[in-house]
Antibody, heavy 120, light 106 residues
């Protein structure tokens, strides 16, 4: 079955950088677009970024554009999110999710999340 | 950006109740619309996609309807495992915005 496992979260100082990874298994990774979504403590869901199945297109939320970069390595079934210039308001659980490929951009399977804390 | 609003923000209901949650988009999104369920400490789970399609494995007591700007999630007979927060999401245009959530509790 579809399995997504995020890693790379932790505590980072404001202005710092962090790279998140998402290991995918149980499906043909190279056939599916992938998303990152975050959730600040006690808050709702915020879509962060999307990359097409072949890495040819990327979309970002305005709140992270220019600071975050989504990428993928289809040979390693891995999705990444490089985060730079981190701010306190980036503190959140970050989820990777697979795109359903039906009905627009729908997130049909999610990982368990990894916590990023931006604090001095 | 397309804004999503949900009502109510929270509700209390009993087992067996019929529960309805609504979501409105700030502009027409056709049927590019989804519902998710999230339990505390867990990842969200897709319930309904393309406004009315039940995701595989989701109980048939969940149903969705609507198109354009107004959408509805209905739980026909609330079960104990349905106590959770429900989010809507538009999948029409980036950024793929979520609604603020509706918390369903006892």
């Amino acid at each position: 079955q579809v399995h997504l496992v995020e890693s790379g979260g932790g505590v980072v100082q404001p202005g710092g950088s962090l790279r998140l990874s998402c290991a995918a298994s149980g499906f043909t990774f190279s056939h599916f677009g992938m998303h990152w979504v975050r959730q600040a403590p006690g808050k709702g869901l915020e879509w962060v970024a999307f990359v097409r199945y072949d890495g040819s297109n990327e979309y970002y939320a305005d709140s992270v554009k220019g600071r975050f970069t989504i990428s993928r390595d289809n040979s390693k079934n891995t999705l990444s999110l490089q985060m730079t210039s981190l701010r306190a308001e980036d503190t959140a659980v970050f989820y990777c999710a697979r795109d359903l490929r039906v009905g627009g951009y729908t997130l049909d399977h999610w990982g368990q999340g990894t916590l990023v804390t931006v604090s001095s | 950006d397309i804004q999503m609003t949900q009502s109510p923000s929270s509700l209390s209901a009993s087992v067996g109740d019929r529960v309805t949650i609504t979501c409105r988009a700030s502009q027409s999104i056709s049927r590019y619309f989804n519902w998710y369920q999230q339990k505390p400490g867990k990842a969200p789970k897709l319930l309904i996609y393309a406004a009315s399609n039940l995701q595989s494995g989701v109980p048939s007591r969940f149903s969705g309807s609507g198109s354009g700007t107004d959408f509805t999630l209905t739980i026909s007979s609330l079960q104990p495992e349905d106590y959770a927060t429900y989010y809507c999401q538009q999948s029409y245009r980036t950024p793929f915005t979520f609604g603020p959530g509706t918390k369903v509790d006892i």
